[in-house]
């Protein structure tokens, strides 16, 4: 059947930021369907010119049209939850991105768009379109959501200097916090036309880990992975933690607090107090957040620590091996009580195997399953090729079954588009290639990032390179 002989019209209600195409006259029965999903945010010139379609279903592309516009309004309602006396329709958050148009996205954008390019080049010519992975002071990062957001708003400008005329998307992804996410939320909400050349995702970055049964033997038997949540509810809607993922959070956060709190009270109490003639307690307050006596106030401890903003990220239990290490280390830098240390961490690995797993970190299929059912989310595996690092040498057939057990536990996508460290050259574009292929193979979303932590949304960290005098202008930094 031609496709000329189909009328289409435009709907007029603009709900979703984009136009609506809607088969208005009925089709002959037995012809190949496609499902709305695929032109939903294209025109309907280019839609004809892209795609050769016979026939459009409006109906399914609706529903999932219809989820976004759905998540918006629950997020209108989470704030106004959250902020009393704010009252704020989702008509003001068409600035947030929903997963339906971000999978629509990511299924067509190319990897450059997730790269800054060599010495920023694909900044300056505006093709850098994309960062899902940043930071802010909600967790370790040093730019404030204030900053980040108004960074997005100043390059958005600048891309469209450059003729392009998309928006330029961010997300926030604080470890295992929710507090940096909620309040882009907010501050779009309270000024939506400053923020209309953006597209901001709400995310998290959650550390879990994944056991494996028939891969056995070529894998560690559980391996600690960061997962990205996009999507994501930041408001707790009452329900329990199986579904509303800010109580999940919640709960994790708790949990590790009580675990780190019982490990601090449980190591010195089981295995005796480290040797505390050496002293070694100068200037900890100011370096660790920690004093000598923490060590029998453990409340204290987690109150006054640094890392008791990111309970459940590796940071958590290596913050937690630093603080011990400096309690025990005299003015010198030598290590007293390193026995003691080894003892308290050998109390954590037989229970738990690893030592950035507890008590309270969620397995891949647990923390899926609670992003998916919460009815619009989604989880990435964040910078595969850093967490498979200890498996180089496995066969690429293997990473093709991990792959897909990662799909199979719920996982619907991976950050194979992931600017790596300029330090991480021992992560090579060979074995990157080979990590895309087998997220591919299993059908999984491409996500990509910086995972930005200092002071500007081009660069990771500050031993990175440093920006350019034009980039500088670009951001007002």
């Known amino acids: ?200 995702v709400p995310g998290i970055e959650f550390n879990t880990y994944k056991k494996f049964d028939n891969l056995k033997g070529k894998f560690k038997d559980i391996i600690q992975f960061e997962m990205l949540g996009y999507g994501i509810n930041p408001f707790i809607t009452g329900g329990s933690g199986e579904k509303d993922v800010a109580k999940f959070v919640e709960d994790i956060r708790n949990n590790n607090r009580s675990y780190l709190i019982q490990l601090i009270t449980e190591g010195p109490g089981k295995l005796g107090q480290p040797d505390r003639k050496i002293g070694g307690f100068n200037d900890l307050e100011r370096q660790a957040g920690i004093s000598e006596k923490n060590l029998t106030k453990p409340e204290e401890f987690m109150n006054r620590s640094i890392y008791s903003k990111i309970p459940g990220s590796p940071a958590l239990m290596g913050g937690f091996e630093t603080a011990m290490n400096k309690i025990c280390t005299e003015k010198n830098g030598q290590i007293k009580s390193d026995e003691w240390i080894k003892k308290v961490k050998d109390l954590h690995d037989a229970n738990y195997g690893i030592w950035y797993v507890n008590s309270g970190t969620p397995s891949f299929e647990k923390l899926a399953k609670v992003v998916n059912d919460s009815g619009y989310g989604f989880v990435s595996v964040a910078h595969p090729a850093r967490n498979l690092k200890s498996s180089r040498g496995v066969k690429k057939s293997d990473y093709m079954h991990l792959f897909q057990q990662f799909k199979d536990s719920g996982v619907k996508a991976a950050e194979v588009n992931y600017q790596y460290s300029s330090h991480e050259h021992w992560i090579d574009q060979g074995f990157k290639d080979i990590i895309a292929g087998a997220a591919e193979n299993a059908g999984m979303l491409k ?31």
């Open 447 to 477: 996500t990509g990032g910086l995972d930005n932590h200092e002071t500007s949304i081009f660069f990771k960290r500050m031993d990175e390179n440093k920006l350019t005098k034009e980039v500088k202008l670009i951001t007002g930094l």
């Open 1 to 200: 059947m031609n496709i000329k002989s189909i009328q289409f019209q435009e709907n007029s209600s603009d709900r979703m930021g984009a136009k609506f195409l809607i088969p208005v006259k009925p089709v002959k029965k037995n012809i190949k369907s496609y499902t709305f999903e695929d032109i939903t945010y294209k025109k309907y010139s280019s839609a004809i010119k892209a795609y050769r379609l016979p026939f459009i279903s409006f109906q399914a592309g609706y529903s999932s049209c219809n989820k976004d516009f759905n998540y918006r309004k629950a997020l209108a309602e989470g704030l106004k939850a959250a902020y009393k006396g704010m009252n704020i329709s989702s008509d003001a958050l068409k600035s947030v991105m929903g997963t339906h148009e971000l999978k629509y996205i990511l299924k067509n954008e190319p990897a450059e768009n997730f790269s800054t390019g060599a010495s920023f080049k694909n900044v300056l010519n505006g093709t850098f379109r994309i960062n899902l992975h940043m930071h802010t002071f909600h967790s370790d990062g040093n730019m404030s959501v204030q900053e980040l957001l108004d960074q997005a708003v100043k390059y958005a400008a600048f891309r469209k200097t450059k003729g392009k005329t998309d928006p330029f998307i961010v997300s926030i992804t604080d470890h295992d916090i929710l507090e940096g996410t909620k309040e882009a939320i907010k501050i779009i909400a309270e000024a939506p036309e400053k923020y209309k050349n953006i597209r901001f």
